[in-house]
């Protein structure tokens, strides 16, 4: 007996979805990989940061600002990039000093076009945070493998998350806003995310333990799952179904990294406390 049209798995989109990871994770290995190591991190992750904070701005001012996208997107992206620039000359006091004002200008921005300017704010605060975390991160010692780490336990969290809640399914886990997530999702998700921060220890460039790894992934995956629902919110709020278009199979840009706007900025903060001696 076939199911339903409505519960039939949509084997095309996985395709589609399969071939656009094809394009985008190597990139982005590659990029913090072949890093050049310039003072705060090299060129190609900087090219790499720079690029997403225009597409994710660009999707926020569509969003937010219905009526005069391009000025709020472009205000909300100069704000940024001036944070980021800075956090790359390592320059981290500058960095977050220049993303509280570069906020506080987009919300006058905002204000002058007549749109809210709350949210041009926040838009600022909500990339640009995690964009300076990601850039101070892969300028660390042992930078690569902590990017790395961070895309691996984000990845999985999230890639777990919607194989074992489609098969498990069960009960919602937050169906105001997501109506497709599922706890026994939610507990796979972070399961294979703590798997793959305890394993990626095992590297021996990694100065951290197995069970400072373990924890690490289980903060980074509840940071996922939190970013993905945060998403899931915003979008309701805005009355879209997608941050965009930009990539097949997953709709914008900022409809895949949600989960990693949050994540980062919880490991980065465990790199931190590692890097003042602890899980070593």
Partial sequence: MSLPPAKRFNWTNLGVRVASATVL??????????????????????????????????????????????????????????????????????????????????????????????????????????????????????????????????????????????????????PRFSPNKTWSGFVGGLVFAMAVGALMTIIPAFELNMAAGALVGLLGGLATMAGDLWESALKRRFGVKDSGNLIPGHGGLLDRVDGLLFAVVIIAAARLVNHLGWGH
């Fill in 25 to 174: 994770v190597p990139t982005a290995l590659a990029a913090v990989w072949f890093d050049t190591g310039l003072a705060a991190g090299g060129w190609p992750f900087l090219v790499l940061v720079a690029v997403a904070v225009a597409l994710l701005s660009i999707e926020w001012g569509g969003m937010s600002a219905p009526y005069a996208p391009i000025r709020v997107s472009t205000a909300v992206t100069v704000a940024i990039l001036a944070g980021v620039f800075l956090a790359h000359r390592d320059h981290m006091w500058l960095a977050w000093g220049g993303l509280l004002l570069g906020g506080v200008a987009s919300a006058l921005v905002a204000r002058g076009v007549a749109e809210r300017p709350s949210d041009a704010a926040f838009g600022v605060f909500y990339i640009g945070i995690a964009c300076i975390c990601l850039i101070w991160l892969r300028a660390m010692p042992q930078g690569q493998w902590w990017t790395l780490m961070l895309f691996a336990i984000t990845w999985s969290a999230d890639i777990a998350a919607f194989a074992v809640g489609s098969a498990l399914k069960g009960p919602k886990l937050w």
